[in-house]
């Protein structure tokens, strides 16, 4: 299972979500609450330096992160991803919907 | 055997709650037990139930050890306080048997023993009992003991109830599971047609398959394949194929082009699945009378394209969002149009391919098998060859996911034709001839009378020519006017709309910048007896034909833009539109 880091920036506008390892079903619900138990943010950092897998279900909750973003006027940005998982979002089209850096 | 005289009696209890440290011990903590006491003297068990019994647990009476086994078995005490030294069988042996018997269900055994020595006490909880109490007993330290044993069959009860709720829960699952495979089977296995220009391997990583492959000939003699992948994989994946399949095969039956499919597919994902679900796929048209082969991917790694003579090779990158993402408005369709000649061949495959790990944690990768097919000499052996590679790399290592790989080998003969054109399978025509007709050739000049040309030139049509050329005239007027130009034919309803309509016919044409008409013509037979085909496409949005038919009835006096599709079906052996009105298929036999 991913280990996953919640961190708000000092002003309260960003919510940096870190995940490590292998990103994938096993875990939905703790990246869920990662974001649902938090006031709402105007920006997420979806932190992907700590990444070395991930699936189609987390393709899937990258979408859920940000239908919950745009609920409250925010965007999602997905950082430091490595070579093979930016590949994999790129093949899904993804740049269309996030802002992948 | 011991005498029972030489036993101790002494249990020494206190006769009242209240004398109990007050916050140590309350009697809410004491929930009703139900209490097996086996003791062979009758003082200490009468002391012991009185006790037991105003502190409302219920109690059982046993004399010696044998008793207490058969006591056990009547009622499944929760507790059993256990003297050691008793006549038939001791405390040690009955505990042996209590334990034996119980099995997974849970009992306390509580020693009650005079005997203080290591070896004994050792031996207590070695045969199976719990905890045990020196003679004489404390009936605080009784209490005490007895609350801590109702605590911890709270505790157990719940974990049992929990447990049989997850397994009854577990049940339900894995029933509702079997129905959606049995659901998803029925779906796939229903509509999966045999084709015999494709070739596929899959291998499923739940018992339902998160990959979904589809293929069907579509009304004009071509070819639809999709190959789609569910996030997830199992019951979710399988939900989603059923509105998918249906789509698929409606709509390939109905003559709509891949556009269309793909958008209504992600119009009906979007509004069914929830977010974060969705299918990433690839579809393919393939229209072997045109030579080209048309190719939407949204989410699925490259499409591969090999040429027969050849050695070229070509990659189809995901321009497109996977399905059910985005609604209608964001949805953007971008499709790859390639030239294909016969036994040229395409490659679909899921990105379990690429995904998938040697035993050192390795990825087969998009470039190892670029390099298979780059280095393939035989390409009749191409596909075997990337199922044996992946094979070979991935040896004895579990899968990460669902794996499919399909060829789809583009060779008209090897389609299954339909009732129409059945008798012509695998013959060319006698004559064919196509013509693709520009913007430009249309603004300039009338390409009736080059066709008309052509036939003529035909000795077979020669007593068809008349026929042959009014059907050519309506169609290619509903191609022109209702398809490149959009005019509506309501207009043609009144005499001066009739002008009107002419006039601006004229104007449009004359300022008309893009478009086109596809016109193919095939002619099998001689002139005793044979079969044309005439297939004309158009660029443009189409027209309603039911309409247009419709409008026929209803209006006789005036000729208007339906009578002429009319005239045209009644002289052909059969006429039909795809359900776009832009592409129009006509059979004329003699």
């Known amino acids: 299972m991913a280990a996953i880091h919640v961190s708000e920036s000092e002003n309260n506008d960003t919510i940096t979500i870190s995940i490590r390892d292998r990103f994938d079903f096993s875990s939905h619900k703790e990246f869920r609450t990662s974001y649902k138990d938090r006031p709402a943010s105007a920006g997420y950092i979806l932190n992907m330096r700590y990444v070395n897998y991930i699936d189609s279900s987390a393709l899937g909750m990258m979408l859920l992160l940000r239908e919950h973003a745009l609920k409250n006027g925010g965007k999602v940005i997905i950082a430091n991803c490595n070579p093979d998982i930016k590949k994999i979002l790129m093949i899904a089209n993804f740049e269309r919907l996030f802002d992948i850096q | 055997m011991r005498g029972v005289s030489l036993k ?113 006490l050792v031996k207590c909880l070695e045969v199976g009992g719990d905890d045990f109490i020196v003679k004489p007993v404390s009936g605080a330290i009784l209490r005490a003991k007895l609350a801590a044993v109702a605590r911890i069959h709270g505790l157990y009860g719940e974990l049992e109830r929990q447990q049989r709720d997850l397994s009854i829960h577990h049940e339900r699952l894995s029933y509702e599971h079997e129905v959606a495979e049995r659901i998803f089977a029925k779906v796939i296995g229903s509509a999966r047609s045999e084709a015999a220009n494709i070739r596929s391997e899959i291998l499923p990583l739940a018992i339902t398959n998160g990959d979904l492959l589809l293929a069907a000939q579509t009304p004009s003699g071509g070819q639809h394949v999709l190959l789609g992948d569910y996030t997830g994989h199992g019951l979710s994946a399988a939900l989603g194929a059923i509105p998918i399949t249906d789509i698929f095969y409606a709509m390939t039956r109905k003559g709509f082009g891949i556009r269309e499919i793909v958008a209504e597919m992600n119009r009906k994902l979007h509004a069914t699945l929830p977010t974060g679900q969705f299918l990433a796929a690839s579809l393919v048209e393939w229209l072997p009378r045109r030579g080209i082969a048309k190719i939407w991917n949204g989410g699925l790694p490259n499409v591969i394209f090999t040429a027969d003579k050849e050695r070229r090779v070509a990659c189809i990158p995901s321009r497109n969002l996977p399905l059910g993402i985005v609604g209608d408005e964001e949805f953007k369709i971008e499709i790859d149009v390639r030239q294909i000649s016969r036994r040229d061949r395409l490659y679909l495959y899921s990105d379990g391919l690429i995904d998938a790990r040697d035993k050192e944690g390795r990825m087969f990768g998009q470039e190892r098998l670029e390099k298979i097919v780059h280095g393939n000499v035989d390409r009749d052996r191409l596909f075997d060859e990337i199922c044996e590679e992946a094979e070979i790399f991935r040896g004895s290592q ?10 789809v080998l583009c060779d008209e003969s090897l389609l299954v034709v339909d009732g129409l054109s059945a008798e012509r399978h695998g013959r060319r025509p006698d004559y064919e001839f196509s013509v693709r007709l520009s913007a430009q050739i249309l603004r300039n000049f009338d390409p009736l009378g080059m066709i008309n040309g052509l036939i003529n030139g035909i000795a077979a049509l020669e007593r068809h020519r008349s026929y042959l050329y009014t059907i050519i005239v309506e169609l290619y007027a509903n191609a022109l006017e209702h398809g490149v130009l959009e005019m509506d034919c309501s207009l043609k309803k009144t005499p001066e709309g009739f002008a009107r309509y002419y006039a601006e016919r004229e104007r449009l044409l004359a300022e008309l910048a893009e478009g086109w008409i596809h016109v193919d013509i095939e002619c099998f037979g001689d002139e005793s007896s044979g079969e044309l085909i005439l297939q004309i496409e158009d660029s443009g949005k189409g027209f309603d034909v039911g309409a247009v038919s419709n409008e026929i009835r209803a209006d006789t006096g005036i000729r208007i833009g339906g009578r002429g599709m009319e005239l045209a079906r009644s002289l052909c052996k059969s006429l039909s539109y795809d359900a776009r009105g832009s592409y129009v298929r006509a059979v004329y036999s003699w």
């Open chain 2, 8 to 120: 101790p009696k002494s249990i020494d209890l206190c006769d009242d709650c209240s004398m109990l440290p007050q916050g140590s011990l309350k009697r809410a903590d004491c929930k009703a037990l139900c209490v097996l006491i086996a003791d062979d003297d009758e003082t200490n068990r009468v002391v012991l139930e009185s006790m037991l019994r105003r502190d409302g647990h219920e109690v059982y009476l046993a004399k010696h050890g044998e008793e207490a086994v058969s006591l056990y078995e009547a009622v499944r005490p929760d507790l059993v306080l256990m003297d050691i030294m008793m006549p038939l069988v001791d405390g040690y042996e009955a505990t042996r048997r209590i334990k034996t018997i119980t099995g997974n269900h849970f009992i306390h055994v509580i020693f009650l023993t005079a005997l203080t020595d290591e070896p004994s």
């Open chain 2, 398 to 407: 579990p899968q990460d996911d669902d794996i499919t790989i399909v060829e």
